[in-house]
């Protein structure tokens, strides 16, 4: 059974820093595509990044913001976040899915975690 275990969450001040954290288990994700997605009250699912283990896609609205990664040996995967504005306030959302081929729609990835709050204030 797959499970993906966000962490890392939190309030934090506009032009602050997060990092975020999803622990897998259940599988080797070495051929996996792994991901975020965030999602904000009233609005859909947005892509934020993604990567497997030989290209990485980052949404334009982070670009030279957020860094994703990953650490193979602890099945981890990060998302570091600086200069955070309000409109990243959401849902963060890490996701699975078997394959080597980047998609950026939430129909993709075939699993989910729980999601973890994050709220930018101004």
């Known amino acids: 059974q797959v499970q993906l275990v966000e962490s890392g969450g939190g309030l934090v001040q506009a032009g602050g820093s997060l990092r975020l954290s999803c622990a897998a288990s259940?599988?080797?994700?070495?051929?996996?595509?792994m991901g975020w997605f965030r999602q904000a009250p009233g609005k859909e699912r947005e892509f934020v990044a993604a990567?497997?283990?030989?290209?990485?896609t980052i949404a334009d609205s982070v670009k030279g913001r957020f860094t994703i990664s990953r650490d193979n040996a602890k099945d981890t995967l990060s998302l570091r976040m600086n200069s955070l504005k309000p409109d990243d306030t959401a849902v963060y959302y890490c996701?699975?899915?078997?394959?080597?081929?980047?998609?950026?729609?939430?129909?993709?990835?075939?699993?989910w975690g729980q999601g973890t709050q994050v709220t930018v204030s101004s």
């Open positions: 996701a699975a899915t078997p394959g080597m081929a980047i998609t950026t729609t939430p129909h993709g990835y075939a699993y």
């Open positions: 990567l497997t283990r030989i290209s990485s």
């Open positions: 259940g599988r080797t994700f070495s051929g996996y595509v």
